[in-house]
């Protein structure tokens, strides 16, 4: 095994992993489960929406030629005939000056072109007067206004969202047909980790990144598969990840991808006849990060130090994970914004920061989320994005513009959005 590895850019790097995945095969699920799946078949209209022309308003449906000449102390009587609550038609004829009482969302009938709102009328004791000329479609929805049958709504590859679950009950698709979710099973490695209920022994520490990978994963839609803690062994270790190949389709552990004696991960990978696509990123943390493939499978070899592994998930996996099913957007957003602290010292590799991210007066400010380096855990419990700073042979100041990859964006603001 050799010990000098040949960094790869991190795009390189994120591209040779894209080029390696399998896609998933489909399965169909309900529409109630469908929120956050892949859409397999574009969503089709099966019918116009608006699916009937009906009245946007509560008040009366009236011919619209019936009130010309309305205006100024000029009002022109109406009489109510029948009334049509939502959900109910009527397939009476007005005559003129004749009105239906009518609801938001009740079909319009045939023979009205028009709503008056209750606002817009002044009761009588047969019916309402009005003072103005209305226009044929006012305060209507129209048949088709919105979508025609046979349009398409959402094309495969989409993100079912809530809107996509409306529209789904809207056409009466309860089942739709979507990507299957990969397996993933996670395996944290190291002789030194304990579980969480463990009592601390010397030289010993809790293990974070299985917890934190099993979180990532859920974050993005996937529940993971916990392997049990590996100690350094060759025999048992390669075992294991022999037997974890027969059960997921993409294996991350996290530890043992280094140079150390008890790295032991790239032995396993040569082990298996797995290709290596990479062992060294010019990145940092996680510069070590590996990513090898068997068959249909993928090995994420993410680096042991918390804040390499954590980057490493969203750098690789997560995208991973997106593109086998089929997703057309399967990275996070990166987004333009100010650094907010200065960040002097230059780095040839490309570094990621984890980063709290703010809004204020229409600019996004980005600075650091707490103890920046490879072996941090807290830093990574306050961040909300991952700062960018290109390598290279300068550092960076304040004001300085970066781009930040958004990792949570649900993590909220702390002020109401409009003034
Ligand atoms: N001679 C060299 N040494 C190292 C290099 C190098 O290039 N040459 N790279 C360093 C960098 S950078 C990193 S990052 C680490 C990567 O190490 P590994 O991925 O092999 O991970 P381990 O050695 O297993 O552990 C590293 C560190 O992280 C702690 N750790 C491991 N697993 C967990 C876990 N599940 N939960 C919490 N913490 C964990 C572990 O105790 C170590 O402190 O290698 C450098 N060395
Ligand atoms: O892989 Mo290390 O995290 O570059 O610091
Ligand atoms: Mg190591």
Not at 205 to 227: D, H, V
Not at 393 to 405: I, L, Q
């Amino acid at each position: 095994m050799s010990l000098n590895r040949k960094p790869i850019p991190v795009n390189d790097a994120v591209a040779s992993v894209l080029e390696n995945i399998t896609l998933t095969g489909t399965e169909v699920v309900s529409y109630l489960d469908a929120h956050g799946r892949i859409l397999a078949n574009d969503l089709v209209a099966t019918h116009d929406v608006p699916l009937f022309t009906k009245s946007a308003m509560d008040g009366f449906a009236i011919r619209a030629r019936d009130s010309e000449g309305a205006g100024g102390d000029n009002r022109i009587p109406f009489k109510v005939v029948e009334e049509v609550p939502a959900g109910a038609t009527s397939d009476y004829e007005l005559q003129p000056n004749e009105a239906f009482r009518i609801m938001t969302g009740a079909e319009i009938p045939e023979s009205a072109d028009t709503v008056v709102m209750f606002e817009q009328a002044k009761e009588t004791g047969e019916g309402f007067t009005v003072r103005k000329t209305f226009t044929p479609g006012d305060n209507i929805a129209m048949q088709g206004e919105e979508s025609e049958k046979g349009d398409i709504i959402l094309e495969k590859g989409a993100l079912i969202n809530p809107g996509t679950v409306a529209v789904l009950a809207t056409f009466g698709y309860s089942e739709v047909e979507v990507f299957k979710k990969p397996e993933v099973g996670v395996l944290s490695t190291g002789s030194e980790l304990l579980d969480v209920n463990d009592p601390l022994v010397r030289g010993k520490i809790r293990n974070s990144n299985t917890p934190m990978i099993l979180a990532q994963l859920k974050r993005a839609g996937i529940e993971g598969k916990k392997y049990h803690l590996q100690s350094d062994d060759l025999d048992t270790l390669y075992e294991n990840i022999k037997s974890m190949l027969e059960e997921v389709d993409i294996i991350i552990t996290t530890g043992g991808v280094s140079v150390g004696d008890y790295d032991l991960l790239p032995k396993i990978y040569d082990k298996l006849g797995a290709e290596v696509l990479f062992n060294k990123v010019a990145m940092r943390p996680g510069s070590v990060t590996t990513v090898s493939r068997l068959g249909d499978k993928m090995l994420f070899g993410l680096s042991g130090n918390p804040s390499a592994c954590y980057s490493g998930f969203e750098l690789f996996v997560r995208p991973a994970i997106q593109a086998m099913m089929s997703s057309e957007k399967v990275h996070a957003p990166f987004i333009d914004a100010e650094l907010d602290e200065d960040f002097t010292k230059p780095n040839p590799f490309t570094r990621f920061i984890r980063a709290e991210i703010e809004y204020d007066g229409g600019k996004v400010y980005a600075k650091p989320s707490g103890f920046n380096k490879s072996n941090a855990v807290t830093s990574i419990a306050k961040s909300n994005g991952v700062i960018v700073l290109p390598g290279g042979t300068r550092g960076f100041e304040k004001g300085d513009a970066v781009k930040v990859m958004m990792t949570d964006v649900t993590s909220g603001a702390d002020e109401f959005g409009v003034e």
